[in-house]
């Protein structure tokens, strides 16, 4: 059984940083897409960013494209969502998921869940 579950967030200043952690467990995850999904108060969920677990590429939102940075460490089957030059507008509960086969951006289809991580930046 796949779990996921995200840590690391917390309250920052914009302009501040954070690390987010998604540890995976439950099975390899070779042939896997891992993907950083966001939810806002009143807002749908919006994809964050994305990569394969076997192979390089990565794939970013408009919104975060050049201040946030998607990896992985596969020793510790761990997926990391560096947050830099955060900005008020980043507040959201911030979700891992995974899916086998392609990244989407849709939320629709990925499989599994973590029970997110509140990331808060203040102004």
């Known amino acids: 059984q796949v779990q996921l579950a995200e840590s690391g967030g917390g309250l920052v200043q914009a302009g501040g940083s954070l690390r987010l952690s998604c540890a995976a467990s439950?099975?390899?995850?070779?042939?896997?897409?891992m993907a950083w999904f966001r939810r806002a108060p009143g807002k749908e969920r919006e994809f964050v960013a994305a990569l394969y677990w076997s192979s390089t590429g990565t794939y970013y939102g408009d919104s975060v494209k050049g201040r946030f940075t998607i990896s992985r460490e596969s020793a510790k089957n761990t997926v990391y969502l560096q947050m830099n030059s955060l900005k008020p507008e980043d507040t959201a509960v911030y979700y891992c998921a995974a899916r086998t086969g392609w990244y989407s951006r849709s939320d629709q289809v990925y499989d599994h869940w973590g029970q997110g991580t509140q990331v808060t930046v203040s102004s």
């Open positions: 439950g099975r390899t995850f070779s042939g896997y897409a």
